[in-house]
């Protein structure tokens, strides 16, 4: 199985080209300054390249992923379609510098591949078990129930990341309490490597290896 993973960002296009029987990365590469004058003038353009660099051909791609930030209540590893793009548009203002850029790379990847499915990791996933005393406000109990308001979490995957590697490093295979810090300013206090009490690439890829074989039964 051939995987390509993608990080969109606001100006730059990063993608690495993935063999998940062997874990070997086959490809990678990066486009840069996309949008600004004189450079690669949008998404359109700087996939056609990505995917014109690619050592294979595109009936041999079985997936297309993507380590998305924020869909609201959308969670965890999704086929990206109209549902999975109407609620990251509906929870931009959360994500304004990140959502915006991914949607339009997730809409070109649709046009220039639309056999080739396109799976979504949600920052938002790792935090997807913890208890309703957890993502709840101290605010009137109606915001929460009538708008939406609650504790999400972000930056999932590298928590997530940090505290596998933690647990890899201590052999401890039982699930530990530990600590993770993410650029020195997002702290999460971990129970397990689904759960923290304040609201995380391997694990990207794994979600995204088994829902494209879900895809592919479907």
């Known amino acids: 199985m051939k995987i390509l993973v993608v990080n969109i960002g606001t100006t730059s296009l990063k993608y690495r080209l993935y063999d998940m029987e062997t874990g070997?990365?086959?490809?990678?590469?990066?486009?840069?300054?996309?949008?600004?004058?004189?450079?690669?003038?949008?998404?359109?353009?700087?996939?056609?390249?990505?995917?014109?660099?690619?050592?294979?051909?595109?009936?041999?791609?079985?997936?297309?992923?993507?380590?998305?930030?924020?869909?609201?209540?959308?969670?965890?590893?999704?086929?990206?379609?109209?549902?999975?793009?109407?609620?990251?548009?509906?929870f931009t203002f959360l994500a304004p510098a990140h959502n915006p850029p991914y949607m339009a790379a997730m809409r070109a990847f649709q046009s220039q591949v639309p056999a080739v499915p396109l799976v979504a990791l949600f920052e938002t996933a790792f935090y997807g078990d913890l208890p309703e005393s957890s993502i709840t406000y101290s605010v009137p109990y109606e915001w929460k129930e009538q708008l939406g308001v609650r504790r999400y979490g972000f930056h999932g995957a590298s928590h997530r990341a940090a505290s596998e590697r933690a647990q890899e490093l201590q052999h401890c295979g039982?699930?530990?309490?530990?600590?993770?810090?993410?650029?020195?300013?997002?702290?999460?206090?971990?129970?397990?490597?689904?759960?923290?009490?304040?609201?995380?690439?391997?694990?990207?890829?794994?979600?995204?290896?088994?829902?494209?074989?879900?895809?592919?039964?479907?």
């Open 24 to 90: 070997a990365v086959m490809a990678k590469g990066l486009v840069e300054r996309i949008g600004q004058a004189g450079c690669c003038p949008d998404y359109e353009a700087a996939i056609a390249q990505c995917l014109g660099d690619l050592p294979i051909t595109l009936p041999e791609l079985n997936a297309i992923g993507f380590k998305a930030v924020h869909a609201g209540p959308v969670t965890g590893a999704r086929l990206v379609d109209d549902v999975v793009l109407n609620a990251m548009e509906e």
């Open 174 to 218: 039982d699930p530990q309490r530990r600590c993770s810090r993410h650029q020195l300013r997002h702290f999460r206090a971990i129970r397990n490597p689904a759960q923290q009490s304040r609201g995380g690439c391997g694990c990207v890829r794994r979600a995204l290896r088994d829902e494209a074989v879900e895809s592919e039964r479907r």
